[in-house]
């Protein structure tokens, strides 16, 4: 087989792949803002000067060239605020976040509904994973803060007027607040459970998200994930259990500790250097060499008698 093509334009490959990544991960992240008409009336536009340009129109080839060109100038204003959003969302990301981090945002939640859990205010808190809930939720309201405790009660405080409902949460920010996500059809459900439960464990059989549930009349807590649920779990239950999904164990949790297990790693499996030793040189051989004459035994003295 002849690697030499693979050789000369490997770097060209690699260039396409990265490209195709930025530019696939970029698509999903604006077609979920308001600018989504706009990205696809650019991708339109793209597409017509394609055909244009292989069909050979001169007039529209340089018409729609010319519209683009502007564009691209354009999209810096038109997308100032989706840009600064994802430039945001790509710094929380989990290769930049450290365990501690994750830490600091479990202990939100936990002094969030253990707060709540003592009044007797209820709470469903939905942690957002891989799977967008955009396309789970029915309604919302568009909140996009920091996650706080005293921000996450005032949400669930009875006389607010978003109180009712869900809340999503992503790296630590509240995106949407008054959520309607999707109930459970499972009939062998107990009757005792209320709406915010069914609508927990529906959006964990949907998603792939962490709910967290307190319960209005008991105050008593519950979480559904992957389509289970588990009720009435004490606060150490429930911290144990969002500490298990958020920060997977044996797995570094930023650049600098992927960096550090490995090193540690290769000192741990690297053999320990021998103990720095000089040349005896031939004279010191020989003599170390040499065997020892035994020292002259010496007669013991004849004991002489008195007379």
Same mark, same amino acid.
């Given at each position: 087989?002849?690697?030499?093509?693979?050789?000369?334009?490997?770097?060209?490959?690699?260039?396409?792949?990265?490209?195709?990544?930025?530019?696939?991960?970029?698509?999903?992240?604006?077609?979920?803002?308001?600018?989504?008409?706009?990205?696809?009336?650019?991708?339109?536009?793209?597409?017509?000067?394609?055909?244009?340009?292989?069909?050979?129109?001169?007039?529209?080839?340089?018409?729609?060239?010319?519209?683009?060109?502007?564009?691209?100038?354009?999209?810096?204003?038109?997308?100032?605020?989706?840009?600064?959003?994802?430039?945001?969302?790509?710094?929380?990301?989990?290769?930049?976040?450290?365990?501690?981090?994750?830490?600091?945002?479990?202990?939100?939640?936990?002094?969030?509904?253990?707060?709540?859990?003592?009044?007797?205010?209820?709470?469903?808190?939905?942690?957002?994973?891989?799977?967008?809930?955009?396309?789970?939720?029915?309604?919302?309201?568009?909140?996009?803060?920091?996650?706080?405790?005293?921000?996450?009660?005032?949400?669930?405080?009875?006389?607010?007027?978003?109180?009712?409902?869900?809340?999503?949460?992503?790296?630590?920010?509240?995106?949407?607040?008054?959520?309607?996500?999707?109930?459970?059809?499972?009939?062998?459900?107990?009757?005792?459970?209320?709406?915010?439960?069914?609508?927990?464990?529906?959006?964990?059989?949907?998603?792939?998200?962490?709910?967290?549930?307190?319960?209005?009349?008991?105050?008593?807590?519950?979480?559904?994930?992957?389509?289970?649920?588990?009720?009435?779990?004490?606060?150490?239950?429930?911290?144990?259990?969002?500490?298990?999904?958020?920060?997977?164990?044996?797995?570094?949790?930023?650049?600098?500790?992927?960096?550090?297990?490995?090193?540690? +790693?290769?000192?741990?499996? $690297? !053999?320990?250097? /021998? &103990? @720095?030793?000089?040349? *005896?040189?031939?004279? %010191? +051989?020989?003599?170390?060499? $040499? !065997?020892?004459? /035994? &020292? @002259?035994?010496?007669? *013991?003295?004849?004991? %002489? +008698?008195?007379?």
């Amino acid at each position: 087989m002849n690697w030499t093509p693979i050789k000369e334009h490997w770097r060209d490959g690699v260039e396409i792949l990265l490209l195709a990544v930025v530019i696939y991960y970029a698509y999903n992240f604006l077609r979920r803002t308001r600018g989504a008409p706009i990205v696809n009336g650019l991708l339109v536009l793209l597409a017509l000067a394609f055909v244009t340009a292989a069909l050979k129109l001169e007039v529209l080839s340089w018409l729609l060239s010319a519209v683009l060109t502007l564009s691209a100038l354009a999209a810096v204003v038109i997308f100032q605020p989706e840009l600064r959003k994802l430039l945001a969302e790509l710094g929380t990301q989990r290769l930049f976040v450290t365990a501690r981090e994750q830490r600091e945002k479990i202990e939100v939640i936990i002094q969030t509904v253990e707060r709540l859990a003592d009044v007797r205010i209820g709470a469903l808190i939905a942690i957002e994973q891989k799977i967008d809930l955009q396309n789970a939720v029915e309604s919302s309201i568009v909140v996009d803060c920091e996650s706080t405790p005293e921000m996450l009660e005032t949400i669930f405080f009875p006389n607010n007027a978003i109180h009712d409902g869900g809340v999503v949460i992503k790296n630590g920010r509240i995106l949407r607040a008054a959520c309607i996500f999707p109930l459970t059809q499972r009939p062998d459900l107990s009757k005792s459970l209320g709406t915010r439960h069914r609508a927990a464990i529906g959006l964990a059989e949907e998603t792939d998200a962490l709910v967290v549930v307190v319960s209005e009349e008991t105050g008593q807590l519950s979480y559904a994930h992957n389509g289970q649920f588990t009720k009435n779990v004490t606060v150490e239950a429930l911290r144990s259990f969002l500490t298990a999904e958020l920060i997977p164990q044996g797995r570094p949790q930023n650049v600098l500790e992927w960096l550090r297990s490995h090193v540690e +790693a290769w000192l741990k499996e $690297r !053999p320990a250097p /021998a &103990p @720095p030793h000089s040349d *005896p040189g031939p004279f %010191t +051989a020989a003599k170390s060499a $040499r !065997p020892t004459a /035994a &020292p @002259p035994s010496v007669p *013991p003295a004849k004991a %002489t +008698a008195k007379p």
